[in-house]
């Protein structure tokens, strides 16, 4: 599926100008009423023209019962639509009875946005080229045979991806002629589907793979076996998706016997749920559980909710 990307900027641009007020003699404007002020001259930033308003006992009768003095910064042009009121209640002086006010003002003017020109990059397909090379034997430089079926390979990315392939095909005893005989533990099958892993990094993309626990497992063990881990780690992701009260125990027995930490803890925190463990717990396969592996009973209780 085709997918397209578009860019653009937004620009903001703003002018900023600051303006310094000395109040002088402070102790005379104290009292001289609410709602009275002390001006600064006008002053322009980004083409307005504005104004500070010093009250010295606030702009409302509250303002004074509060203690606060208020300061007024007033842009003529929008008369008082844009006024700010800061209230004051601690006066630092400088000195001789006067202290100064500075104000930074930033004017924010209009902003736009714009087209920003992008040059489309498809989407990788490394993985599909891979998957072409291993459907497209003419350079394969290594053979397996499994069970009697053969399997053409490169040495070069199997090394790259595997460092048991890598031991095999380019040590010192390198083979370019493999067999892996049936006590192996390894079917046809499940090594097609760890070339196909090895040369996409995906799980193999037929239906029956999805919906098949024993050949997931299966699959595991060769990713384990040969250091394949992050395909180890999709079977067992795989594997916990399809977990359920029926399913659970098995699922936990093969992770305790493959070192599959991740998949263990996923299916002890399921089985740790009261609906779930009082169900599982009935079972013959928890008990057959308990008595190979006692120590998981303490793991999974260890992880029921306390309340």
Not at 35 to 53: E, H, I, M, P, Q
Not at 216 to 243: F, H, I, N, P, T
Not at 248 to 253: A, K, N
Not at 269 to 291: C, I, Q, Y
């Amino acid at each position: 599926m085709a997918s397209s990307s578009t860019s653009s900027r937004c620009l903001t641009a703003s002018v900023t100008g600051t303006h310094n007020l000395e109040v002088t003699s402070y102790s005379l404007l104290e009292g001289m009423g609410v709602g009275k002020f002390v001006s600064s001259t006008t002053f322009s930033v980004a083409g307005y023209d504005w104004n500070l308003r010093f009250y010295p006992d606030g702009i409302t009768d509250n303002d004074r019962k509060e203690g606060y003095g208020a300061i007024w910064m007033l842009a003529s042009v929008y008369q008082n639509s844009i006024a700010k009121e800061h209230a004051i209640r601690r006066i630092r002086f400088t000195g001789n009875d006067s202290f100064k006010i500075e104000c930074s003002l930033t004017v924010i003017s209009e902003s736009r946005a714009e087209d920003v020109s992008t040059i489309p990059v498809p989407p990788s397909n490394l993985h599909q080229h891979l998957a072409g090379m291993l459907h497209g034997v003419e350079i394969a430089d290594v053979e397996f045979s499994v069970g009697g079926e053969p399997f053409r390979a490169h040495a070069c990315v199997l090394a790259a991806r595997s460092p048991v392939f890598r031991a095999e095909l380019l040590g010192p005893a390198a083979a370019r002629s493999i067999k892996i005989d049936d006590d192996d533990d390894m079917e046809p099958a499940t090594f097609k589907a760890l070339l196909h892993s090895i040369y996409t990094d995906h799980l193999p993309n037929d239906s029956g793979f999805g919906k098949d626990a024993a050949m997931q497992r299966r699959l595991l063990v060769a990713a384990d076996r040969y250091g394949v881990d992050r395909l180890r780690a999709m079977c067992g992701a795989k594997l916990y998706e399809s977990v359920s009260v029926g399913t659970v125990v098995d699922s936990l027995e093969f992770a305790e016997k493959h070192h599959c930490a991740q998949l263990k803890d996923a299916c002890l925190g399921f089985m740790a749920s009261p609906n779930v463990l009082g169900v599982v717990r009935k079972t013959d396969g928890f008990k057959r559980l308990v008595e190979g592996c006692p120590w998981v009973l303490k793991e999974i209780l260890d992880k029921v909710p306390r309340f």
